[in-house]
């Protein structure tokens, strides 16, 4: 049973550029969250989707967006890179409800220069 | 905005010692309460997870131990292996659902022989 896979693993980009990240939810799995984590920082909410809607937003600018697609995996985009948009992008997945635990990928490390 | 204070930042503890890390929040409307581990190059990983009905719970050598009138949980990692060496998050959820989580800041575990 494949668990949480994201690719790519690392992304090297220059500032101003956009780039997409892309997650494959835990097999049975219908809701995604993204998370950034800074170095030496915790994982920072982005946003989560369940039903191919944003359902839930932290406090990140539009800049970042998302889409869910009908088999449940999901996309992150991020326009207008920033140096500080450098971090690793989580993804996590979980079964909709209060009681489904989160369950992370390895993340996309994502460089800007 | 959720707060969640972790502490300490880093922990050096000998082989078969007890590791001990503290967490603190401020809303208490909340019914889950987890610790991720996280290895180098990895994505966090639910360690164990208590719900405010209970003061304790423990899983093998991992414990968490829960005060809701201080509004504090924490760690305890009993007979510390050099396997245990991560990264540690507690958090804590926003909306009183296990999905949308606030993290600590984390505390670097370092188990020494």
């Known amino acids: 049973d494949a668990g949480v896979t994201q690719s790519p693993t690392h992304l090297i980009k220059t500032r101003g550029q956009q780039v997409t990240l892309r997650c494959s939810p835990k097999?049975?799995?219908?809701?995604v969250s993204w998370y950034q984590q800074a170095l030496g920082q915790g994982p920072q909410f982005i946003f989560q989707?369940?039903?191919?809607?944003?359902?839930q937003r932290g406090n990140f600018p539009d800049r970042f967006s998302g889409h869910q697609f009908p088999n449940y995996s999901s996309e992150l985009n991020v326009n207008a890179l920033l140096l500080g948009d450098s971090a690793l992008y989580l993804c996590?997945?979980?079964?909709?409800?209060?009681?489904?635990?989160?369950?992370f990928g390895n993340g996309t490390r994502l460089t800007v220069t | 905005q959720q707060q969640v204070k972790q502490s300490p930042q880093s922990l050096i503890v000998q082989k078969g010692g007890i590791s001990i890390i503290n967490c603190a929040y401020e809303?208490?409307?909340?019914?889950?309460f987890p610790w991720y581990q996280q290895f180098p190059g990895k994505g966090p990983a639910l360690l164990i997870a208590?719900?405010?009905?209970?003061s304790e719970k423990k899983e093998g050598r991992f414990t968490i131990s829960f005060n809701k009138s201080a509004k504090q949980f924490s760690l305890h990692i009993m007979d510390s292996q050099p396997g245990d060496s991560a990264t540690y998050f507690c958090?804590?959820?926003?909306?009183?659902?296990?999905?949308?989580?606030?993290f600590g800041t984390g505390t670097r575990l370092q188990v020494t022989l």
């Open positions: 208590i719900r405010p009905d209970v």
């Open positions: 989707y369940y039903e191919e809607e944003e359902r």
């Open positions: 097999s049975g799995h219908d809701t």
């Open positions: 958090a804590v959820p926003n909306t009183g659902t296990a999905s949308k989580l606030t």
């Open positions: 809303n208490t409307a909340f019914d889950y």
């Open positions: 996590a997945s979980s079964l909709d409800g209060d009681n489904s635990p989160l369950h």
